[in-house]
């Protein structure tokens, strides 16, 4: 497995919301907010300050198909997104993912889904 494949693995199975960012992107800021606002902490990589960030970002685009940012994942799925994630939001089914969801799957075998 290759470094940039371990690292992003590692970090969308070990962390329940992941963003992989720039930190100038405003969709970005505004994805970061939509969690903050849903109390969700999020673990952002910034590929303009990560070493391999152009790597990981050529990873995820031949992976996920996106090669955007911010490129989400929630419980070890990938959502898209911004407009994703607001599409979710508006339609209220971000609280039920993030409530189902957990680090290190993607919440289909969860045993405790709660009810919001
Ligand atoms: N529709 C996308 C727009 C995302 C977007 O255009 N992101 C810009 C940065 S603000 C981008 O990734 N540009 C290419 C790059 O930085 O490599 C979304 O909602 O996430």
Redesign the pocket.
């Known amino acids: 497995m290759t470094l940039v494949k371990q690292l992003v693995q590692r970090a969308i199975h070990g962390n329940k919301v992941v963003i992989f960012s720039?930190t100038?992107?405003?969709?970005?800021h505004r994805?970061k907010a939509i969690l903050q606002e849903a109390r969700e902490p999020a673990l952002a990589i910034e590929l303009n300050k990560e070493e391999r960030g152009a790597d990981i970002?050529a990873y995820l685009a031949h992976t996920t198909g996106q090669?955007?940012?911010?490129n989400i994942f929630i419980g070890g799925k990938h959502v898209?997104?911004?407009?994703?994630l607001?599409d979710l939001e508006s339609s209220g089914q971000l609280q039920a993912l993030l409530a189902n969801a957990k680090a290190g799957n993607n919440g289909s075998s969860s045993q405790q889904q709660q009810q919001q």
């Open positions: 720039k100038w992107c405003p969709y970005c994805a970002q090669s955007t940012v911010p898209g997104g911004c407009s994703d607001e």
